[in-house]
Nanobody
Framework: QVQLVESGGGLVQAGGSLRLSCAAS????????MGWFRQAPGKEREFVAA????????RYADSVKGRFTISRDNAKNTVYLQMNSLKPEDTAVYYC??????????????????WGQGTQVTVSS
């Protein structure tokens, strides 16, 4: 059973930056795609970004393209989300997720089956 632990959330002013980290326990981290999702109050959880197991392919929600960057360090079993030019509408609980499939070069938003506990990001105007 994998454990995913997010960190790096907090309160930031609009236009500011935050970097989220997600540390994964267990072996074989490098076999899985990783992603970030978020859920704002009263809304459904939505996809934010994903990176495939090789780290060579990424995918972003239109709302964050050009502002957020996902990356991974397989030696540290960690995936990151660098968030720049933050907006109040980015306020949400951010969740780290791992794909069900292994060694899959694709980035299917429905392939995620393991989740962290979430970290709060609040952007003030």
């Amino acid at each position: 059973q994998v454990q995913l632990v997010e960190s790096g959330g907090g309160l930031v002013q609009a236009g500011g930056s935050l970097r989220l980290s997600c540390a994964a326990s267990g072996l074989s981290f490098g076999w899985y795609g990783m992603g970030w999702f978020r859920q704002a109050p009263g809304k459904e959880r939505e996809f934010v970004a994903a990176i495939n197991w090789r780290g060579g392919s990424t995918r972003y929600a239109d709302s964050v393209k050009g502002r957020f960057t996902i990356s991974r360090d397989n030696a540290k079993n960690t995936v990151y989300l660098q968030m720049n030019s933050l907006k109040p509408e980015d306020t949400a609980v951010y969740y780290c997720a791992r794909t069900r499939s292994i060694m899959n070069d694709g980035l299917d938003k429905t392939d995620f089956g393991s989740w962290g506990q979430g970290t709060q990001v609040t952007v003030s105007s």
